[in-house]
């Protein structure tokens, strides 16, 4: 149902404005995961909701004739809101000068994810560009139909006659009309039951090479602002002391000299920490080091990382694991193989390292309604999560959706955990008095949350022609989804963000067998960007180039000859080895490596060129990456983020490790927990498969790829296979490499 609505300004007199909402309820496209969490209780989810709330619609055209367009999706960098806006702006044809974005929440009727069922609103999983592809079109469409019905009407002509482009309605006769001058007007028209969208060749800005983001200037010259840079009258800024072992709480604490300290607003006990509140942040940080603590380590995880990873590697041996798939009769079929290849994978916990530390703000007001800036990655538990901490109810929650300097899936948590933070420190600073609370990158890395760590133990069996015949993948790890709302997406045992990758491997391969073991450790873990392919896809794609090896076949034949049933597997898998020259000669030192993946529903090929010298002296020089996202929305959006997905991904793969000892975590910033530094970036060359498909994901499917390439391109040099990671560090040592 589409809708015009009153809007309400919050900081003036209530005036009529273009506004446009449709609440879809189709269960839209199946991508990504299942997220079967239930909305709140009091989601608001009626058009009378939506009155209430000036953000619950899609389309908003100003008097002042700006086109405001009310994301359902987040933006962290990966440019969803530029996603959004091209959607509007192709059936609008509205002027780019006109176009600001900002992020709606609190109406999951609007707002819910499609490709999530549309329970909830969330960003996450790839999925912004699948969830928004119909109902953004639909919405532009609407409200430019309504602009030419109220200009026929001004002007006594038929709709027919009227054209518009560039923000501008206009007649042969000579009248002109921008979309402002029309915005109280069309407001009053009737809303079309179902406009038409037009067709693929008549687009001018869906698929345009030459569209660049609306965004880059303000990016650029520093005029964007994030949750960090936020400033308002009397705003305190609050540093966090978390318990230095997971698991650990307070006991007891000692205020008294931080609260000496000129320019200490107040010391306050969260639910998981001790917030010191300054004037500003330096004063905050001089109180926080004057706070005396004692933790109650009881519950504390104590492992540190050395003993987990033997535990693992022991239950990987051990049967009595949970099946996730079964074809045939993977044990039988191994007993007989004519060569067998197996081994162990060992996979380190890593940290998101946004560049912008985790931080929120909030401030309780006079009246009891709450307001709380952030990433709001997941709305619609963050506005439960500020009300339930903050005692009043959802609607009383007002959220300012900040842009954010970066996420990976950090800030999707289901605990809120810097909301709550935030709220329970403005409430106890009472009404009126707005905090900052902002986490170090001490914090970030401390006391986050992590990409678990997985051990595989693999094992895969050919006949005498060479054909891969059966293949087992015993999987340990622990379970992002379990103890939190989301475990409703575990089934039979099985987390599917543990096994995804694994599961759905797109092979020929008659018997095939994975498995799960599921582990308590009192680590917090978290989705991290491609969530279980960041294991899977190394685990599956290095097996196969060692099958390859021992069937003395090419990589990519080998490959190909098994995807027969998956033509869009074959084809990026094809047009990367095309572009990268695969049949052509290196010169000496150099060599090739290739991976194949699939992940949330979108396909990528990468072909590695390496300089090898020797040990664990090289640099990988070339990328050649080839994709199929369905439609290209944004073609250099989809090429930027396959580049900036290959580069957290090599980083990850070379040498990111987050490691414990005793229980506390050992890296506390950018010198000992390395992402890639600019010098590694290696040349990037991307290529987009034409397609019809409706859009799916681009902002995490780049990332599996590339550490497998790697590894099997350094595997092309060496001979051999690195199974424990982070690469650089294990290059040389036992039992990292197998021959």
Not at 131 to 155: C, N
Not at 382 to 398: I, M
Not at 399 to 421: N, P, Y
Not at 553 to 569: I, N
Request: charged residues 20%; proline residues 6%.
């Amino acid at each position: 149902m589409l809708q015009f609505l009153p809007k309400h300004n919050a900081v003036g007199p209530t005036r009529r404005q273009f506004l446009l909402g449709t609440a879809v309820t189709t269960a839209g496209l199946a991508v990504g995961y299942r997220l079967m969490m239930a909305a709140p209780a009091n989601a608001q989810t009626t058009p009378a909701a939506v009155q209430a709330n000036p953000f619950q619609t899609y389309v908003e055209i100003t008097p002042e004739n700006r086109i405001v367009i009310h994301s359902s999706q987040f933006e962290m960098g990966q440019g969803s809101y530029f996603g959004i806006a091209t959607l509007v702006m192709e059936e609008l044809d509205g002027a780019w000068g006109q176009v600001h974005v900002v992020g709606g929440y609190g109406n999951t009727a609007l707002y819910g994810n499609l490709a999530w069922g549309g329970a909830a609103q969330g960003t996450g999983g790839s999925t912004s560009m699948s969830s928004s592809w119909e109902r953004y079109r639909k919405a532009g469409a609407a409200a430019r139909a309504m602009l030419v019905a109220a200009a026929a009407q001004r002007w006594d002509v038929p709709a027919g006659e009227i054209t518009v482009a560039s923000g501008v309605v206009s007649h042969a006769s000579g009248m002109q009309a921008r979309f402002g001058d029309l915005a109280e007007a069309a407001a009053e028209m009737p809303v079309p039951d179902d406009v038409p969208l037009k067709p693929r060749d008549k687009w001018a800005q869906i698929g345009s090479d030459s569209l660049k983001r609306y965004d880059s200037a303000g990016k650029t010259n520093g005029a964007q602002t994030y949750t960090i840079d936020l400033k308002m009258d009397g705003l305190n800024t609050a540093v966090m002391i978390h318990p230095p072992k997971f698991g650990a709480e307070i006991e007891s604490f000692d205020a008294s000299k931080a609260k000496a300290l000129d320019g200490i607003v107040d010391v306050v006990q969260t639910p998981r920490g001790i917030a010191v509140v300054g004037r500003d942040m330096w004063t905050a940080l001089k109180g926080r080091d004057l706070v005396e603590v004692t933790w109650n380590e009881e519950k504390a995880e104590r492992r540190g990382t050395a003993e987990i990873m033997a535990e693992y590697t022991k239950a990987a041996d051990d049967p009595g694991a949970a099946t996730a798939r079964d074809d045939g009769n993977t044990p039988a079929a191994l007993a007989s193989a004519e060569k067998v290849v197996q081994g162990h994978y060992e996979f380190p916990y890593l940290v998101h390292a946004s560049i912008e530390p985790l931080n929120a703000a909030a401030r309780i007001n006079e009246d009891g309604t709450i307001d709380v800036w952030g990433g709001h990655q997941m709305p619609d538990l963050y506005q439960a999560a500020a009300a339930q901490v903050g005692g009043t109810t959802p609607d009383k929650v007002r959220l300012h959706v900040m842009k954010t300097g970066g996420s990976f899936g950090r800030r999707a948590v289901s605990d809120a955990d810097l909301i709550i933070e935030a709220v329970s420190t403005a409430r106890a600073l009472g009404p009126g008095k707005p905090v900052k609370v902002q986490w170090t990158r001490e914090n970030d890395m401390r006391g986050g949350r992590y990409r678990p760590v997985y051990v595989h133990a693999v094992k895969a069996g050919l006949d005498k022609e060479g054909n891969v015949v059966a293949l087992h993948d015993h999987i340990v790890g622990q379970s992002i989804a379990g103890g939190s709302p989301f475990a409703a997406m575990i089934e039979n045992g099985i987390d599917p963000t543990s096994v995804e990758g694994a599961t759905n491997l797109p092979y020929a391969i008659p018997n095939l067998k994975v498995e799960l073991t599921t582990t308590d450790v009192n680590i917090p873990v978290l989705w991290w960007r491609s969530v279980g392919s960041t294991h899977t896809a190394y685990a599956m794609e290095t097996l196969i180039d060692e099958l390859a090896a021992a069937a003395n076949r090419d990589p990519v034949d080998f490959r190909l000859s098994m995807l027969g049933h998956h033509p869009r597997h074959a084809g990026v898998l094809k047009l990367a080895a095309e572009k990268a020259g695969w049949d052509k000669p290196l010169p000496e030192g150099r060599f090739r490596g290739v991976a194949l993946h699939e992940s949330l529903s979108t396909y990528v090929a990468e072909v590695v060129e390496i300089t090898f010298n020797d040990g664990n002296d090289f640099k990988v020089d070339r990328v050649v990456c080839a994709v199929d996202c369905g439609t290209a929305i944004n073609p250099d959006q989809i090429r930027a983020q396959m580049e900036g997905g290959i580069g957290f991904g090599l980083g990850a793969i070379l040498q990111e490790e987050l490691t414990l000892t005793g229980g506390v975590i050992d890296q506390e910033n950018y010198d000992t927990y390395t992402p890639l530094r600019i010098e590694q970036m290696p040349r990037v060359e991307v290529h987009i498969v034409p397609s019809d498909e409706p859009p799916t994901g681009v902002g995490e499917p780049g990332v599996p790829p590339i550490g497998p390439a790697v590894a099997n391109a350094l595997r092309a040099a060496t001979g051999k296979t690195i199974r424990k990671l982070p690469i650089i560090k294990n290059l040389s040592a036992e039992p990292g490499m197998t021959p």
